[in-house]
């Protein structure tokens, strides 16, 4: 099925910017909350927006992706959180690195070969805390710690419209949904 969204580019300053639909991994609600809860307290001690939280899957421009076979793969996804990391990238700063398993990597391998997939970097399943230096991450220490201690169930996967690149907190500012899938639950 064709996407009402095609690339297209725009002036912004010197750069050139791409919108396209990028697809995150939602975390159920009680684990939703427990990241939701160190990502705002972040974004606030930077002035920034607040975001939801979200592992990142996978941008696409284009033709939409074949959802009914990436959301059989994804049944039931549950990942463990490995460490806390940080990183000099703007939208990898603070992050939750995760496990991958099995079908993750095949429901990720499925995106990837859907016409107009788009990847800066290899996959690495995460979750960002803050985007951009954070301003006082000691001060939050053990509730960012306490992230690492249970598993993460993802129930949702949604399109966002986002335009790259991610740079600014303003451009964090201007994402938007654009589709919301539900993950179907293990059997």
């Not at 396209?20 to 809860?37: E, G, I």
């Not at 001060?139 to 600014?168: G, H, W």
């Amino acid at each position: 099925m064709a996407s009402p969204i095609c690339a297209t580019n725009m002036k912004r300053g010197m750069s050139e910017r791409q919108k396209v639909l990028s697809y995150w991994l939602m975390p159920s609600t009680p684990d939703a909350l427990r990241f939701q809860a160190v990502i705002d307290a972040l974004a606030d001690q930077q002035s920034a927006p607040r975001f939801r939280a979200h592992l990142s899957f996978g941008s696409v421009s284009g033709e939409e992706p074949p959802m009914e076979a990436i959301l059989s793969k994804l049944r039931g996804l549950t990942l463990n959180p490995v460490e806390i990391a940080r990183t000099p990238s703007f939208t990898m700063s603070l992050f939750v690195r995760f496990a991958p398993n099995q079908d993750l990597v095949e429901a990720r391998t499925l995106l990837a070969s859907s016409p107009g997939f788009q990847s800066s970097r290899a996959f690495d399943p995460h979750i960002s805390l803050c985007y951009g230096a954070p301003a006082n991450a000691d001060a939050l220490e053990p509730k960012i710690a306490a992230l690492l201690e249970k598993p993460v169930q993802f129930d949702r996967l949604v399109a966002m419209m986002v335009s790259l690149p991610v740079e600014t907190h303003e451009d964090v500012a201007a994402w938007t949904q654009y589709a919301s899938y539900r993950i179907p639950l293990a059997d």
